[in-house]
């Protein structure tokens, strides 16, 4: 079955450590983005790609940097310059429409 | 003002009950309007899609689109516990540029 593919489901950081999200899609989609998802505040973009090796900044980029390597693969880095990291990550991809991953759950301890 | 704009609940309804979840749009350059259904620690899933005004059945769900007002809804009939989730409206424009509202927390009380 086509979809997106999210790793890992949990996730937890230290203080001043950077951690990487994974994404896969064997949907060959060219698009691909990622949301934050926190409570009461919907869906904010932190970065999108169109096509391989490029790659824009959404509304909340700072403290994360994506790449865009390979068509099916998309992974986020939570940097340590992002001071409130903790959140829901959902990575998609786009067609006429959105597919989105289940998610990763990124704690601070 | 955002795009697109949803009342974020939550909502809590008995089982059985006819849901109806709304949101409003500013964009009148909006086409198509999308409803995303997100289980708790999921992603959101693509539940209902209507192009333009009108109205779309599917099954319990029913998705409307009133262009004249800018207003987006989703009613759930003969609502079942499963339907507990987050809802998301979304608008896109034909440009393929996707607005979401913040989703309304729904649960359905058995």
């Known amino acids: 079955d086509g979809g997106i593919t999210q790793s890992p489901k949990y996730l937890f950081r230290k203080e001043g450590q950077n951690v990487t999200l994974s994404c896969e899609q064997n949907?060959?989609?060219?698009?691909m983005y990622w949301y934050r998802q926190d409570p009461g505040q919907g869906l904010r973009l932190i970065y999108y790609?169109?096509?391989?090796?490029?790659?824009q900044k959404g509304d909340i980029a700072e403290g994360y940097s994506v790449s865009r390597e390979k068509k099916e693969s998309f992974p986020l880095t939570v940097t340590s310059a992002q001071k409130n990291p903790t959140a829901f990550y959902l990575c998609?991809?786009?067609?006429?429409?959105?597919?989105f991953g289940s998610g990763t759950r990124l704690t601070v301890v | 003002q955002k795009e697109v704009e949803q009342d974020p609940g939550p909502l809590s309804v008995p089982e059985g009950a006819i849901v109806s979840l709304n949101c409003t749009y500013s964009?009148?350059?909006?086409?198509?309007f999308m409803w995303y259904r997100q289980y708790s620690r999921k992603g959101p899933e693509l539940l209902m899609y209507t192009y333009s005004s009108g109205n779309k059945e599917d099954g319990r769900f029913t998705a409307q689109v009133d262009k004249s007002s800018k207003y987006i809804s989703l009613f759930i009939r003969d609502s079942q516990p499963s339907d507990s989730a987050t809802y998301l409206c979304a608008a896109r424009n034909t440009g393929n540029q996707f607005y979401f509202g913040t989703g309304t927390s729904l649960t359905v009380i058995p």
């Open positions: 998609a991809s786009k067609n006429y429409g959105y597919t």
């Open positions: 949907l060959n989609h060219d698009a």
């Open positions: 964009n009148s350059a909006f086409q198509y």
């Open positions: 790609s169109q096509i391989v090796n490029d790659f």
